[in-house]
């Protein structure tokens, strides 16, 4: 049996839309992946009940496809799904590190990035690669479709997870069709500097460019209390708030783990003055899949 831990991510950080994407150091999922003759699946933990052990329906069964790696897959569930915190992503991500290395198929952590993708087409009809990216990876990434860059980065977080389910599907559906110039030209220039601020390890920097102008206003309404949250992230001390993937975990950047703490708290008060529950991760910028 060989086991793989894949950790939560975060995509988009706001400007980088379906390509940026940065790995925490917790929470994880864990593979464990045994050789046999068709792929069966057996899900335990957190939102488990949720998941389909369909090999059809399951991140995980595409992977084992797609690398031609029929296996017996557990996963123990460590990231909610439909959280905003990469949980379809880390199984696929642990699958592929784990049957890459059970077949003895050789291909390098970059080259699983696109097999890991093909398990989130399963779930959202894309095969976007900015949440599996980091959770192979590690670090602060960008994925193109030829290709990926990772950068080693050194940025305090905090992700707030409220207790709403959002589906990537459906946070999908309402993003807009086009921009205007001047939002491409904002995008545009945001990316370029939370990218500056990865390369220095820079929260000012990251959280400058964290700004969004097209798709997070868009998915806000799907999240209560966004608004206050946001407000409160920024008093407490966040140098940049955002939505943690299609949401509805909320993304902060900090300065030093003093104000993660004051912004984790923050969080916290303003999602329960909307009525919400919500748990909170203080988390470093993290490694990428694990064989245990
Ligand atoms: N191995 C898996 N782990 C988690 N969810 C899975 C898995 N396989 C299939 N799913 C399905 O995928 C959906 C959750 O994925 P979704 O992309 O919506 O959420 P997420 O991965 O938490 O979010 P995000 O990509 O925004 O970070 C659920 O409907 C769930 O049943
Ligand atoms: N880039 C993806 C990440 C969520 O899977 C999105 O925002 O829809």
Redesign the pocket.
């Known amino acids: 049996m060989l086991r793989v831990r894949a950790p939560a991510t975060s ?1 988009n950080l706001g400007s980088g839309f379906d390509t940026f994407g940065v790995a925490f150091d917790r929470p994880a999922d864990v593979v464990s992946v045994e050789k046999a003759d068709r792929t069966t699946i057996e899900v335990t933990g957190v939102g488990s009940q ?3 052990e369909d090999p059809g ?4 069964g595409a992977v084992a496809e797609a690398l031609d790696a029929p296996a017996h897959i557990h ?1 123990d ?1 460590g990231i909610r ?9 880390a ?1 696929a991500a642990a699958a592929a590190v784990a049957l890459d290395e059970l077949y003895d198929r050789g291909y390098t952590r970059e080259e699983l990035v696109p097999i890991a993708a093909e398990g989130e087409a ?3 009809g894309d095969a976007h690669a900015d ?1 599996v990216a980091p959770s192979i990876l590690g670090g602060f990434t960008i994925a193109r479709d030829d290709g990926v860059t990772c950068i080693d980065a050194n940025v305090p977080l905090v992700a707030c997870l409220p207790e709403i389910v959002v ?3 459906d946070a999908r559906r309402v993003v807009p069709d086009g921009a205007r110039l001047s939002e491409v030209v904002e995008t545009v220039r945001n990316a370029a500097t939370l990218t500056a601020g990865m390369a220095r390890s820079d929260p000012e920097l990251v959280g400058r460019g964290m700004d969004d102008p097209v798709v997070t206003p868009a998915r806000a309404r799907l999240i209560d209390g966004y608004d206050g949250v946001r407000e409160a992230a920024f008093d407490a001390g966040a140098t940049g708030v955002t939505i943690s ?2 949401g509805p975990a909320m993304l902060a950047a900090c300065r030093d783990e003093t104000d993660s703490r004051d912004v984790a708290l923050a969080m916290l008060d303003a999602f329960a003055d909307a009525g919400v529950e919500a748990r909170a991760f203080r988390t470093e910028i993290g490694d990428g899949a694990t064989v245990l």
């Open positions: 995509a949720f998941i389909p329906k399951n991140t995980v996963i569930k799904p439909a959280s905003g915190l990469g949980s379809s992503a199984s399963v779930v959202s949440n589906s990537t599907r993937g299609a």
